[in-house]
């Protein structure tokens, strides 16, 4: 496990989702039934989740959705797989995911502040 900056790593699980049948209702089932459940997982930090809007190059996407779910660190994120709530959270995938649509990988998160102050737009 690599170190930047001197802190851990934070804990995450990413999920690069493919583009379901009927978005809209994959949406409506995400919003309201499964991140209520992810909500729910001792431990967690936060939640990002979004759409894919383009590739750089202009090349068909990946994946149609990309969702993060954060911990403090690694052992945290360890804690959290054995909970039933994290069971909880990953049986509920077989509900409104299709077999094969979606790769969830668990990884390290690195924050890293830029160079100058943000601006606001």
């Not at 949406?27 to 809007?53: E, F, M």
């Not at 403090?72 to 994120?77: E, Q």
């Not at 979606?102 to 737009?121: G, R």
Request: hydrophobic residues 40%; aromatic residues 10%; proline residues 9%.
């Amino acid at each position: 496990m690599r170190v930047g900056a001197g802190q851990s790593p934070m804990g995450r699980i990413v999920a690069f989702h493919q583009r379901p049948p009927d978005p809209e209702a994959w949406l409506d089932y995400y919003r309201n039934v499964h991140i209520p459940i992810v909500r729910r997982i001792p431990g967690l930090q936060n939640i990002r989740w979004g759409q894919v809007l383009r590739t750089s190059d202009g090349t068909p996407a990946p994946c149609w959705l990309i969702s993060d779910v954060y911990f403090k660190d690694v052992d945290a994120l360890e804690t959290a797989l054995g909970t039933p709530e994290m069971k909880e959270a990953f049986d509920d995938t077989s509900k409104f995911i299709l077999r094969g649509n979606v790769k969830i990988m668990f990884c390290e998160a690195q924050d890293t502040a830029p160079l100058h102050e943000p601006q606001s737009v």
